[in-house]
């Protein structure tokens, strides 16, 4: 093998290496296949397995699956702007909230002022209030966040490293704030305040599409909801991770590299930075407006109190868990830490309460618990669960990684 | 002594250029021309504003007052990617490659913004036959090469943009002499295929023989302007920079 390796300059090693990599390649689709095949089909298998002896309570129900997939999906989006582009944004929860409102406002009774109904499915026809199509509600919505992404990323892309943090740190904390106290803006009723808006219309296909196609007409009054918004989920994760992994092999991708590399000598070399990194926040929120619009659906409702600034850390810590931009290294951060969230913890906790006798509530200490892996991550593995393909392709061709220098990155 | 040129010939021309770190007055009035075809050289001590004068150009740290003109354009504020576009490529101060990037990929950076992307490859093999070194280690990270192969990565992805005017600052810098002498050749080599050349050196001795003419720079003023010749045989720059006793 180290042979092959060192004979890399004749023509026999260099088809050696080259099937080697065509290898790796089937392989790690084939992977890519079983997982996506193992994931669309959870919803026939789900009952058998939480029916297992041993590790039955482990396997997630449906429900806590969509918003497991949700957070995932955002996480993906955080990870163009962080991951690829190498700016800190402590902010995302901002993206997550417009996506939401533009689904409650686009699809319930909040302006009831107006009736107004295109392709709404499951609300009688004279329900007053604007009533769109979820399918183009998560369209308007990735649009407006996008906007929003641009609006914040003018004027706060001019800084650099702790400073953009900071700022967005700002911007993270300002739109909830705003979402809160906007039941009156001029005593015009946006936002409905701390209420919240609720109920959001569901998705579905209409009844045409049912006659014609069979696709369901409405998800929530469809005997299989469930199953329904899983798989759009999962269709809509694998669009972000699609886009992200095209995004991140395209020019912009390389520039984003560049910029996260060494900013100065990616000027240097002719890239704008200012359109180059607010492009980077413009996807980044784009995904994170179509994830945030499809939960509001799924839980019929856009309230204040979910887009408090934890949520943006929370999906940062998917992030660095997975290892910080690397799509599938971030999938896997954020089902595991999403899976934590809504169940893990309260079944682990339940199981050591078993174990011991003793009462411990272990969900209240989730933060906690989150900052601690964080911690043994950067210490034992600081370039997450699965490193970004970079790291890997030269792990493979023999050149030496310090993971030290590596872990070093983000300072720069 | 100096020749004035013809105006057909200067491809850069700088005009009494002032430019500031925030308060703090960098440049105060530097005026020099490169033309068609020569290398030139700016020589003088640490802080006296010679990569100031490079990023002046570049974009990267705009002059408030004067004028810089390339090829009979104004480009005294025309921002840094686009006047990589107008085929002024540079070699920064310190390298500044892309650690993690591969030799060949921060390569293919030099030619971020260039239009004709589909000769690449040709572009590639020049860099290559340059630099044969770079080829052997093309998969490689740029952050594990040696100073002087950086050194290498770094003039072969300015190259890389078919450069009308290359800047390289310092690239000399922190080199072992082999590796100095190695470098200079291929700036003569590179300025022999027709590039005209802008350096930016600490090491006067070596740069004044490559280049054809040189500005000595003093505390953000050009304090001398000569041949190269002359300036090699001026009493002064020999005291200062070429450690000569008097």
């Known amino acids: ?412 | 002594m100096t020749t004035e040129p013809t105006r057909e010939d200067v491809i850069l021309e700088i005009d009494d250029i002032h430019t500031y770190y925030g308060a703090i007055h960098a440049l105060k009035g530097v005026s020099l021309n490169v033309r068609a075809g020569e290398i030139v050289t700016l020589i003088g001590a640490n802080g006296a504003g010679k990569t100031t004068t490079l990023r002046s150009i570049n974009g990267l740290n705009q002059p408030r007052d004067g004028r810089i003109r390339f090829q009979g354009r104004d480009i005294t504020s025309v921002p840094s990617h686009q006047v990589v576009k107008m085929g002024i490529a540079q070699s920064p101060e310190g390298r500044k490659l892309f650690p993690r990037m591969s030799v060949r990929e921060n390569l293919e950076m030099g030619a971020f913004q260039r239009s004709d992307r589909k000769n690449l490859r040709e572009d590639l093999d020049r860099v290559y036959t340059l630099f044969p070194r770079l080829s052997e280690r093309k998969n490689q990270k740029a952050g594990t090469l040696s100073g002087g192969e950086q050194q290498m990565v770094a003039i072969g992805r300015a190259l890389m943009a078919r450069p009308k005017l290359l800047l390289l600052d310092e690239p000399s810098m922190g080199l072992a002499p082999i590796f100095v002498e190695k470098i200079f050749e291929i700036v003569r080599e590179i300025n022999e295929q027709g590039t005209p050349i802008l350096l930016v050196e600490q090491n006067a001795l070596m740069a004044l023989e490559t280049a054809s003419r040189g500005y000595v720079m003093e505390t953000g003023r050009i304090a001398l302007a000569d041949e190269a010749k002359a300036l090699r045989q001026n009493e002064q720059v020999r005291k200062t920079y070429l450690g000569e006793g008097a």
């Open chain 1, 1 to 412: 093998m180290a042979r092959e390796q060192r004979a890399t300059g004749g023509g026999g090693g260099r088809a050696a290496l080259l099937a080697r990599t065509t290898l790796e390649r089937l392989r790690s689709r084939a992977f890519l296949l079983v997982a996506i095949g193992l994931l669309l089909f959870y919803p026939s298998y789900v009952d058998s397995a939480q029916d297992l002896e041993l590790m039955g309570e482990f396997f997630p129900s449906l429900n806590s699956m969509v918003i497991m997939i949700v957070f995932t999906m955002m996480a993906v989006g955080l990870n163009i702007v962080v991951g690829y582009a190498g700016l800190l944004d402590l902010g995302y929860v901002a993206f997550y909230a417009a996506g939401a409102y533009t689904a409650a406002w686009f699809a319930s009774l909040q302006f009831e002022q107006v009736t107004f109904h295109f392709g709404a499915v499951g609300v009688s026809e004279d329900l007053p209030g604007i009533h769109i199509s979820i399918w183009l509600v998560l369209l308007l919505a990735a649009l407006f966040t996008t906007v929003v992404g641009i609006m914040i990323g003018l004027p706060t892309l001019r800084l650099r490293g702790d400073y953009l943090a900071i700022v967005t740190l700002g911007f993270g904390e300002i739109i909830p704030q705003f979402v809160r106290n906007g039941d009156s803006i001029a005593g015009f009723d946006l936002t409905h305040g701390t209420f919240g808006i609720s109920p959001i219309d569901s998705p579905g296909f209409g009844s045409t599409l049912n006659d014609t196609f069979g696709l369901p007409e409405s998800y929530r009054q469809a005997t299989n909801a469930q199953e329904l918004f899983f798989w759009t989920a999962v269709v809509l994760l694998l669009f972000t991770v699609f886009c992200s992994v095209r995004l991140r092999d395209s020019r912009l991708g390389r520039a984003w590299i560049a910029i996260r590399e060494d900013e100065t000598a990616a000027a240097a070399m002719g890239v704008p930075l200012m359109r180059t990194k607010t492009w980077a926040y413009a996807l980044g929120a784009f995904f994170g407006g179509i994830a945030g619009a499809y939960y509001a659906s799924f839980k019929s409702g856009a309230f204040p109190a979910d887009f408090y600034f934890n949520i943006s850390i929370f999906l940062l810590c998917m992030v660095i868990l997975g290892g910080i931009g690397s799509v599938w290294g971030v999938i896997v951060g954020g089902m595991v830490l999403g899976w934590l969230n809504v169940e893990g913890l309260a079944t682990i906790g339940s199981k050591v309460n078993e174990a011991t006798g003793i009462d411990f509530e272990v969900p209240k200490y989730q933060f906690g618990i989150y900052g601690f892996i964080i911690v043994l991550m950067m210490l034992f593995r600081p370039v997450g669960l699965i490193p970004e393909r970079r790291h890997q392709r030269e792990l493979e061709e023999g050149v030496h990684d310090e993971p030290l220098y590596d872990a070093t990155h983000e300072g720069n």
